[in-house]
């Protein structure tokens, strides 16, 4: 077991402190897709999650929600009444999800396998999609089965997918293979930042208008 697993619930002060270590020791396991050394700030986080402008019976898709920075802003902000399912491969992160935000959803699987969750939960197509997802790492093939899904989700809607890339790795071939296809698929464009008060600084990027 890992110390975001281990031990009861930290206080607020113990939290970043606790769940750094717990992060680290995820990234040193599974480099490639946990893809960062830190979970994100309150910062980046807010800026990420942007509005959530969701009516009634709405849904909310976080992907990749790690030890829940972005999840407690998303709580914060959730309309009453709309609904939200977090997606998130790593188990030692699902579970600790699943206690610290007893009254989200949290699906143990992969971003890309999005079609398959929502018909086996009975949800519909989400207005919004947020993603913690290191594209910059992923695999080409992973990178494309997880932007299908959400050009499907988001097609012919007026909702829009929002996620961040680091500033150090935004030149890299795998995250301008990202932007390059998303570009594509996507006529509506925004990048936010960068937001430095992150370790490391990152853009915040936002899609809208699926083709
Ligand atoms: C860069 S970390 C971000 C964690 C958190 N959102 C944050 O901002 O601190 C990436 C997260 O995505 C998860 N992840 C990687 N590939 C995934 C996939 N295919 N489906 C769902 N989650 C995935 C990792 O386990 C990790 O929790």
Redesign the pocket.
């Known amino acids: 077991m890992d110390s975001s697993t281990r031990a009861s619930e930290p206080t607020s002060r113990q939290r970043p402190l606790r769940d750094g270590l717990g ?1 680290f020791g ?1 990234f040193l396991r ?1 480099p490639m ?4 050394v ?3 700030s309150r910062y ?2 807010r800026a ?1 999650v942007g509005h959530l402008d969701l009516a009634a019976g709405e849904l909310a898709v ?10 407690q802003v998303i709580r914060e902000l959730l309309p009453k009444h709309a609904r939200y399912l977090g ?4 188990p030692r ?1 699902h579970k600790l999800l699943t206690e610290r935000f007893p009254t989200m959803d949290f699906h143990h ?4 396998d999005l079609r398959e969750i929502l018909a086996e939960r009975g949800l519909p197509k989400p207005a919004r999609i947020l993603s ?3 594209f910059a790492s ?1 695999p080409p093939k ?1 990178q494309d089965s ?1 932007i299908e899904g959400i050009v499907w989700a988001l097609k012919g809607t007026s909702g829009d997918f929002r996620t ?1 890339q680091y500033v150090h790795a935004y030149g890299l071939r795998a995250a301008r293979r990202f932007r390059a296809i998303m570009a594509e698929r996507f006529d509506g464009f925004e990048r936010i930042g960068p937001i430095v008060r992150n370790v490391p600084p990152a853009f915040v990027l936002r899609y809208w208008n699926a083709k």
């Open positions: 992060f995820r599974n897709s946990v893809g960062a830190l979970p994100s980046l986080s990420m976080e992907y990749g929600p790690g030890t829940g920075p972005a999840t997606i998130e491969l790593d992160f699987g992969s971003a890309g913690g997802l290191p992923l992973v997880i961040f």
